[in-house]
């Protein structure tokens, strides 16, 4: 069963950055599109970056401009560098990677903005 290991969350204060990492404990096929969801309290988890496999990169407009989304293949790793972060940026964030015809869900991984 691959794993997802999230790590970098923490404490920010608005305006700084961050970056948080995602890896992939195996990799049993092919890793197609690589993904960062984040959900805040009482809300429904919600998408925000995306990258495919060639490294077409996709952004929810909340965010577009100050995050930036990568990926490692060699190591079956997914980043999402944050900047200029607001408030309402705070949240878990969950990374999601298809390998082949099957999805896997990190555990979350928090980040809180605030002074």
């Known amino acids: 069963q691959v794993q997802l290991v999230e790590s970098g969350g923490g404490l920010v204060q608005p305006g700084g950055s961050l970056e948080i990492s995602c890896v992939a404990s195996?990799?049993?096929?092919?890793?197609?599109?690589m993904g960062w969801h984040r959900q805040t309290s009482g809300e429904e988890r919600k998408w925000v970056a995306s990258?495919?496999?060639?490294?077409?990169?996709y952004y929810s407009e909340s965010v577009k401009g100050r995050f930036t989304i990568s990926r490692d293949n060699a190591k079956n790793a997914v980043y999402l560098q944050m900047r200029r972060l607001k408030v309402e940026d705070t949240g878990v964030y969950y990374c999601r990677q298809a390998h082949g015809a099957s999805v896997f869900w990190g555990q979350g991984v928090r980040v809180n903005v605030s002074s």
């Open positions: 195996e990799s049993q096929s092919d890793v197609l599109d």
């Open positions: 990258i495919t496999r060639g490294g077409n990169k």
